[in-house]
């Protein structure tokens, strides 16, 4: 069973960038496609982006809206989060999480990483 875990989460001002992690254990990723969810306080737990094995990616435009940019190291395992221009609403437990090709849900999940965006 892959497992999977954040880091890079932190407080940063408006404006600023940050670099979220996510380390996969347990086996290998090359059969899931990587992604990253956010959830802010009050509010539902909301998709970000996610990325195959090939390096095809999407994006949520609504939240993204070209300020982030994910990437994966297959070799490494991991997956990462460039976020750039944040600001507060940005702010929100970042999630990684993983699903099988020819599964349409993310099953395997992260513990997440805090991201506070400070003005």
């Known amino acids: 069973q892959v497992r999977l875990v954040e880091s890079g989460g932190g407080m940063v001002q408006a404006g600023g960038s940050l670099r979220l992690s996510c380390a996969a254990s347990?086996?290998?990723?090359?059969?899931?496609?990587l992604g990253w969810f956010r959830q802010a306080p009050g509010k539902e737990r909301e998709f970000v982006a996610e990325?195959?094995?090939?390096?095809?990616?999407?994006y949520n435009p609504d939240s993204v809206k070209g300020r982030f940019t994910i990437s994966r190291d297959n070799a490494k395992n991991t997956v990462t989060l460039q976020m750039n221009s944040l600001n507060r609403e940005d702010t929100a437990v970042y999630y990684c999480?993983?699903?099988?090709?020819?599964?349409?849900?993310?099953?395997?999940w992260g513990q997440g990483t805090q991201v506070t965006v400070s003005s």
């Open positions: 999480a993983a699903r099988a090709y020819g599964y349409s849900s993310f099953d395997v």
């Open positions: 347990g086996g290998t990723v090359s059969g899931y496609i």
């Open positions: 990325i195959r094995w090939s390096g095809g990616v999407q």
